[in-house]
């Protein structure tokens, strides 16, 4: 599987700084994740394809080694509960 970002391509506008670029990625991200939630995509399955994406983007560009410590580092974080976020109660 090859995606626009293991092939390296830049699609976007001039550089801006790298918040804006963490910004815009985000509400990029979020659109997409509504868009297909409203698709009938369950969240899993959304979830399971761009953790699948990513990591393929990250072998690409920076090899399996690196790309393991990262995955392994992750692990960590989630294990230290720094993907949890409060429950909203509607």
């Not at 953790?51 to 399996?64: D, M």
């Not at 080694?65 to 990262?70: G, I, K, L, N």
């Not at 992750?74 to 509960?81: C, N, R």
């Amino acid at each position: 599987m090859e995606t626009a970002l293991a092939q390296g391509q830049n699609m976007s506008a001039p550089p801006v700084t790298d918040e804006d670029q963490r910004k815009l990625c985000f509400d990029m991200f979020n659109s997409f994740w509504e868009d297909a939630f409203n698709k009938g995509v369950p969240f899993d399955t959304i979830g399971t394809m761009s953790i699948s994406a990513a990591l393929f983007a990250l072998v690409a560009k920076h090899g399996t080694e690196t790309t393991a410590e990262f995955v392994q580092d992750l692990a960590k974080s989630i294990l230290e509960d720094q993907f949890t976020s409060p429950r909203k109660d509607n």
